[in-house]
């Protein structure tokens, strides 16, 4: 298993480019010494999330929330092609944290809050601002624990209209669907770019409504099923994310 991940604010403030001696303390640090008990001589890896990261060796753990970490040199993961964004509707209770969790672990990019016509759940002022908060920090933890470097974006909220205007200008544009009566294709043999934006969009446990299906359509995406059975709106985008990193090549 690759060395245990932790999240600094500025790597370079922290290290500076030819790395050197780094203390890592509050949450991350209490984490590392209390949670994590790591001691002198085991590998680390730090990061800002962002890309930019360094591996490290502890020299000391010192009281409940000080690790001290030797590390070397600030590298940067540049982003990886093609970029895959992920339109979630807002599912209800926990299933969003769920969805980003497992989006995150498989390698999303970005993730954009969609409060579609037939969402139950809807964010409004402090309970959608909380919300978006928990999304962010689920990102960021599930972005910890799969070893990534450079965690998945999650934008604010999206309408409608917004969610159009990001299939207008992406590369591939595509709209989880599966209805007998609204024709589909299969995402599996869909001709995909080597490089630019991919943007799925996956709908509520209610479906796209017609309307959105048609302004959707009108910014050219397309719907495609990804198979036989009907995947619940907090797993769909995760097996559509995974299938499209396997056939872009970058699960390769």
């Not at 339109?87 to 299933?95: I, T, W």
């Not at 995402?187 to 490089?195: D, I, K, S």
């Amino acid at each position: 298993m690759t060395a245990p991940v932790f999240v600094v604010e500025s790597l370079e403030r922290a290290a500076g480019a030819a790395g050197g001696e780094y203390v890592l303390d509050g949450p991350e640090g209490r984490h590392a010494v209390s949670v994590k008990r790591l001691r002198a001589g085991e590998d680390v890896v730090l990061t800002d999330g962002q890309g930019r990261w360094a591996e490290g060796v502890v020299k000391a753990a010192e009281g409940k929330d000080r690790l001290v970490v030797e590390l070397g040199a600030v590298a940067e993961e540049p982003p990886e092609q093609p970029r895959i964004t992920v339109v979630q509707a807002l599912p209800k209770g926990d299933r969003g944290e769920l969805a980003v969790e497992t989006m995150t672990e498989t390698g999303v990019d970005a993730i954009v809050p969609w409060a579609a016509s037939r969402c139950i759940t809807q964010w409004k002022g402090e309970r959608g601002a909380k919300a978006l908060a928990k999304w962010r920090a689920t990102a960021r933890e599930a972005g910890k624990q799969s070893r990534r470097v450079r965690f998945p974006e999650v934008a604010e909220a999206a309408t409608t209209k917004q969610v159009a205007a990001l299939l207008a200008a992406a590369d591939f544009a595509a709209v989880l669907h599966e209805d007998r009566d609204y024709g589909s294709e299969p995402l599996a043999t869909a001709e995909l770019p080597a490089e630019g934006e991919i943007v799925l969009v996956v709908g509520p446990e209610g479906g796209v409504s017609p309307e959105e299906l048609a302004l959707f359509e009108e910014a050219g995406a397309k719907a495609y099923r990804l198979g036989r059975t009907v995947l619940r709106t907090s797993t769909a985008g995760t097996a559509a994310t995974a299938l499209l990193l396997g056939r872009t090549g970058r699960w390769s």
